[in-house]
């Protein structure tokens, strides 16, 4: 039984930076492009970042281009976010996904396996 985990979420000041790693176990990431979404109270469910399985292309929502980067090791089976120069507006639930392709979809529902989320938290 194969598992999404998110990690390295927490609560920085505007400004700051985090790191989240989304690791796999029971099954391998290296043929998955993997997203990167977020959920804030009250909203609906954004995707805000993917990367192919290679991880030659990569794709940014506008809100974070700049600020946030994705990548990933294959061979440690693990897709990072590096996340920087952090906004309050970035407090959200952040969940990595696979899809079931190695290039990224368009639509959110192409996404298949989920992880169950890690918080970040941006207050002064």
């Known amino acids: 039984q194969g598992q999404l985990v998110e990690s390295g979420g927490g609560l920085v000041q505007p400004g700051g930076s985090l790191r989240l790693s989304c690791a796999a176990s029971?099954?391998?990431?290296?043929?998955?492009?993997i997203g990167w979404f977020r959920q804030a109270p009250g909203k609906e469910r954004e995707g805000i970042s993917c990367?192919?399985?290679?991880?030659?292309?990569?794709y940014y929502v506008d809100s974070v281009k700049g600020r946030f980067t994705i990548s990933r090791d294959n061979a440690k089976n693990t897709v990072y976010l590096q996340m920087n120069s952090l906004k309050p507006e970035d407090t959200a639930v952040y969940y990595c996904?696979?899809?079931?392709?190695?290039?990224?979809?368009?639509?959110?529902?192409?996404?298949?396996?989920w992880g169950q989320g890690t918080q970040v938290t941006v207050s002064s």
């Open positions: 996904a696979t899809a079931a392709i190695g290039s990224c979809p368009l639509l959110l529902r192409e996404y298949d396996y």
């Open positions: 990367i192919s399985s290679s991880g030659s292309n990569t």
């Open positions: 029971g099954f391998t990431l290296d043929d998955y492009a």
